[in-house]
């Protein structure tokens, strides 16, 4: 079955960089868009990132531009989300998540299949 695993999250001072990971079994990835997810308490679920299945096309919220990079490699099965300049509104669970939509801005909307487990990003002030 397809299994989307995320890891590098934690607890940084604003300002603080992490870097996501996002490990991928049981489909094809390199032929699939892929994206990134957050949810905060009391917030609805947000789409961060995407990223076309070639690595050639990314899509970012406009409150994570210059701040966010989505990169995949291919090769490893796995996608990143580098996240620099932490602030603490960026606090929240993130998940990875594919589908079969190609389109990056659909995906972002939410048009996914298939979710990680997420982890937990907490930026203190």
């Known amino acids: 079955q397809v299994q989307l695993v995320e890891s590098g999250g934690g607890l940084v001072q604003a300002g603080g960089s992490l870097r996501l990971s996002c490990t991928v079994s049981?489909?094809?990835?390199?032929?699939?868009?892929m994206g990134w997810f957050r949810h905060a308490p009391g917030k609805e679920r947000e789409g961060v990132s995407c990223?076309?299945?070639?690595?050639?096309?990314?899509y970012y919220t406009d409150s994570v531009k210059g701040r966010f990079t989505i990169s995949r490699d291919n090769a490893k099965n796995t996608l990143y989300l580098q996240m620099n300049s932490l602030k603490p509104e960026d606090t929240a669970m993130y998940y990875c998540?594919?589908?079969?939509?190609?389109?990056?801005?659909?995906?972002?909307?939410?048009?996914?299949?298939?979710w990680g487990q997420g982890t937990q990003v907490t930026v203190s002030s």
């Open positions: 998540a594919t589908g079969y939509i190609a389109a990056i801005s659909n995906m972002c909307k939410g048009n996914v299949n298939y």
């Open positions: 049981g489909l094809t990835f390199d032929n699939y868009a």
């Open positions: 990223i076309s299945w070639t690595g050639y096309s990314t």
